[in-house]
């Protein structure tokens, strides 16, 4: 082989490693698509978001920052075409939400993202045990409910929804359907300030009533059945186009709440248009007891952007197999 015609070997060998490179990166489904996530502002909904997010990158996705927004706002950003895909839909909680903003016609919503999310009322156990106290419906009596009083106006205090949470619609009718509104206070604010206040007064020994939900790092501070226990409810009472669902579990209990599963909700128009990232937005799943511990995580100081960006890193590491798999199955369906 004459220099010449090695020259040439190179340039033309180079020339196809150069080509092949780019083919390869045209080929990925989402070259040159910008994506926008949108979530709540509990900040223990960003470890879900990003995971979500690393998918859609590895398919070639352009994905933006999270928009931190309130619930209503989110579905009707992703309604709208503004925001790509909420990655934390409550189901059937934020129904009424999913409805109001267009539902079917708008939206793709697919798969179960997260399973087995708990939700209700709660107090702490030494109290539930001295005063027998099982049910919520006990607190009409002023007796009772003076009990939670923690700012001395003789009601019950209970630490609750966020205005605009699916949570608050629940809480509201129930206070209404139960005849609580005499005798409990539905305290609302930034959750994670006034669930941190109800924390403290229960170190200090005295009696907490609260609403929380799982996965979330608050059950695993106060661990039912050790510190406090889940209150029934003296009957299903569910807002808008759930009323009259049963919220009876299978073993008899009620607690006021049906199950709940995250579903990732995302823009229809571009879930038609981009088959790749429709499906993975259906296959994806996480462990709910993955969230709660990386919850955790949060509640003891990790919590800034760069340490939840950390826990989505190791989280993919940890389970690479799996997170490749929900890849390379979108892969396949744009081929």
């Not at 309130?70 to 939400?97: I, R």
């Not at 200090?204 to 929380?212: A, R, S, V």
Request: a negative charge; proline letters at 4%.
């Amino acid at each position: 082989m004459n220099n010449l015609w090695k020259q040439t070997f190179k340039l033309t060998s180079a020339s196809a490693l150069v080509l092949s490179g780019a083919a390869f990166a045209a080929s990925l489904p989402g070259e040159g698509i910008t994506v926008q996530p949108v979530q709540s502002t509990v900040a223990e909904e960003t470890f879900q978001t990003l995971v979500v997010s690393r998918a859609l990158e590895e398919l070639g996705y352009d994905v933006a920052e999270p928009r931190e927004v309130d619930y209503n706002v989110a579905y009707t950003s992703v309604a709208k075409g503004d925001a790509t895909f909420l990655a934390v839909g409550w189901f059937p909680l934020h129904a009424d939400k999913y409805t109001m903003a267009g539902g079917d016609d708008v939206f793709y919503r697919q798969g179960e993202y997260v399973s087995g999310a708990a939700q209700g009322y709660l107090i702490d156990k030494k109290t539930a045990e001295q005063f027998n106290i099982s049910n919520i419906g006990q607190l009409q009596d002023p007796k009772i409910a003076k009990l939670f009083d923690a700012n001395g106006d003789g009601k019950a205090d209970l630490t609750g929804c966020n205005p605009g949470w699916g949570c608050e619609m629940v809480v509201e009718a129930q206070l209404d359907a139960y005849k609580l509104r005499d005798t409990v206070t539905h305290n609302q604010g930034n959750y994670a300030a006034i669930i941190a206040d109800t924390i403290s007064r229960y170190n200090k020994g005295e009696p907490i009533l609260y609403y929380t939900w799982t996965p979330y790092w608050v059950s695993g501070v106060l661990v039912p059945g050790k510190d406090v226990v889940w209150l029934e409810v003296p009957f299903s009472a569910l807002p808008g186009e759930r009323k009259d669902v049963d919220t009876s579990l299978p073993n008899g209990k009620n607690y006021g709440f049906e199950m709940n599963s995250m579903k990732i909700v995302a823009n229809k128009t571009f879930a038609n248009q981009n088959p790749a990232a429709a499906k993975l937005f259906e296959i994806m799943k996480l462990d709910i007891n993955h969230i709660s511990a990386q919850n955790m995580m949060m509640s003891k100081g990790k919590n800034s952007s760069a340490d939840i960006e950390a826990h989505v890193e190791g989280w993919i590491k940890a389970n690479r197999s799996l997170f490749d798999s929900w890849v390379e199955q979108a892969k396949q369906v744009a081929k």
